[in-house]
Protein backbone atom coordinates (compact mmCIF):
# COMPACT_ATOMS: atom_id res chain seq x y z
CA UNK A 1 0.00 0.00 0.00
CA UNK A 2 1.22 3.57 -0.79
CA UNK A 3 0.34 6.48 1.10
CA UNK A 4 0.07 10.17 -0.33
CA UNK A 5 -0.14 12.88 2.51
CA UNK A 6 -1.06 16.25 1.36
CA UNK A 7 -2.72 19.25 2.39
CA UNK A 8 -0.15 20.95 4.99
CA UNK A 9 0.75 24.70 4.42
CA UNK A 10 1.16 27.54 6.26
CA UNK A 11 -1.40 29.38 8.69
CA UNK A 12 -2.58 32.00 11.20
CA UNK A 13 -3.31 31.04 14.46
CA UNK A 14 -6.52 29.53 14.95
CA UNK A 15 -7.00 28.93 11.63
CA UNK A 16 -7.82 25.15 10.21
CA UNK A 17 -6.37 23.14 7.45
CA UNK A 18 -7.34 19.81 6.15
CA UNK A 19 -5.24 16.87 5.58
CA UNK A 20 -5.71 14.37 3.29
CA UNK A 21 -4.22 10.65 3.05
CA UNK A 22 -4.47 8.77 -0.18
CA UNK A 23 -4.28 5.01 -1.04
CA UNK A 24 -3.15 3.30 -4.05
CA UNK A 25 -4.75 0.32 -3.01
CA UNK A 26 -8.27 -0.84 -2.61
CA UNK A 27 -7.64 -2.93 0.58
CA UNK A 28 -6.91 0.24 2.45
CA UNK A 29 -10.72 0.23 3.25
CA UNK A 30 -9.85 -2.57 5.35
CA UNK A 31 -6.83 -0.87 7.55
CA UNK A 32 -6.53 1.23 10.50
CA UNK A 33 -5.09 4.33 10.01
CA UNK A 34 -3.46 7.18 11.78
CA UNK A 35 -1.91 10.50 11.57
CA UNK A 36 1.46 11.13 13.09
CA UNK A 37 3.75 14.25 13.85
CA UNK A 38 7.09 15.28 13.80
CA UNK A 39 8.70 18.64 15.48
CA UNK A 40 11.69 19.74 14.63
CA UNK A 41 14.39 18.31 17.17
CA UNK A 42 11.29 15.89 18.73
CA UNK A 43 9.95 12.74 18.68
CA UNK A 44 7.57 11.53 16.41
CA UNK A 45 4.03 11.26 17.77
CA UNK A 46 0.62 9.79 17.66
CA UNK A 47 -2.37 12.52 16.65
CA UNK A 48 -5.11 10.26 15.95
CA UNK A 49 -6.25 7.34 14.68
CA UNK A 50 -8.72 5.66 13.28
CA UNK A 51 -10.31 2.66 12.38
CA UNK A 52 -11.13 0.24 9.32
CA UNK A 53 -15.02 1.30 9.06
CA UNK A 54 -15.16 4.32 10.59
CA UNK A 55 -16.66 2.68 13.82
CA UNK A 56 -14.02 4.25 16.31
CA UNK A 57 -11.70 7.29 16.21
CA UNK A 58 -9.00 8.57 18.73
CA UNK A 59 -6.74 11.27 19.96
CA UNK A 60 -4.03 12.52 21.73
CA UNK A 61 -5.40 14.45 23.96
CA UNK A 62 -3.82 18.26 23.13
CA UNK A 63 -5.52 17.48 19.87
CA UNK A 64 -8.95 16.65 21.04
CA UNK A 65 -11.89 18.94 20.40
CA UNK A 66 -9.97 20.52 17.93
CA UNK A 67 -8.69 17.91 15.11
CA UNK A 68 -11.46 15.36 13.46
CA UNK A 69 -9.96 12.24 12.14
CA UNK A 70 -12.55 10.40 9.46
CA UNK A 71 -12.41 8.03 6.45
CA UNK A 72 -13.99 8.28 2.71
CA UNK A 73 -13.57 4.72 1.51
CA UNK A 74 -14.82 4.81 -1.60
CA UNK A 75 -12.73 7.58 -2.14
CA UNK A 76 -9.60 5.69 -0.62
CA UNK A 77 -8.85 8.51 1.58
CA UNK A 78 -8.47 9.48 5.45
CA UNK A 79 -9.00 12.71 6.19
CA UNK A 80 -7.22 15.08 9.20
CA UNK A 81 -9.47 17.94 9.98
CA UNK A 82 -7.62 20.46 11.51
CA UNK A 83 -9.14 23.59 13.77
CA UNK A 84 -7.81 26.14 15.72
CA UNK A 85 -4.65 25.87 15.01
CA UNK A 86 -1.84 26.74 17.91
CA UNK A 87 2.18 27.35 16.86
CA UNK A 88 2.56 24.31 18.78
CA UNK A 89 1.37 22.07 16.03
CA UNK A 90 3.95 23.12 13.88
CA UNK A 91 5.26 19.74 12.26
CA UNK A 92 5.73 17.32 9.90
CA UNK A 93 2.50 15.40 9.93
CA UNK A 94 2.56 11.68 8.71
CA UNK A 95 -0.19 9.15 7.90
CA UNK A 96 0.60 5.44 8.00
CA UNK A 97 -1.78 2.30 7.67
CA UNK A 98 -1.43 -1.22 9.08
CA UNK A 99 -4.07 -4.42 8.44
CA UNK A 100 -4.37 -4.85 12.29
CA UNK A 101 -7.92 -4.08 13.35
CA UNK A 102 -7.30 -2.57 16.69
CA UNK A 103 -6.15 0.55 18.17
CA UNK A 104 -2.83 1.55 17.02
CA UNK A 105 -0.74 4.22 19.28
CA UNK A 106 2.44 3.63 18.23
CA UNK A 107 4.50 4.17 15.49
CA UNK A 108 6.17 0.86 15.45
CA UNK A 109 2.59 -0.71 15.13
CA UNK A 110 1.90 0.92 11.76
CA UNK A 111 3.46 -0.97 8.74
CA UNK A 112 2.97 1.45 5.89
CA UNK A 113 3.84 4.96 6.10
CA UNK A 114 3.58 7.99 4.06
CA UNK A 115 6.13 11.04 2.72
CA UNK A 116 4.51 13.66 5.28
CA UNK A 117 3.45 17.34 4.68
CA UNK A 118 4.62 20.54 6.33
CA UNK A 119 2.25 22.39 8.93
CA UNK A 120 3.08 25.87 9.75
CA UNK A 121 1.59 27.15 12.36
CA UNK A 122 2.16 31.26 12.82
CA UNK A 123 1.57 33.23 16.12
Known amino acids: VQLQASGGGLVLAGGSLRLSCAASARTFSYYTVGWFRQAPGKEREFVAGISWNGGATYYEDSVKGRFTISRGNAENTVYLQMNSLEPEDTAVYYC?????????????????WGQGTQVTVSS
Open 96 to 112: AASPRRRTLWQAFEYEY
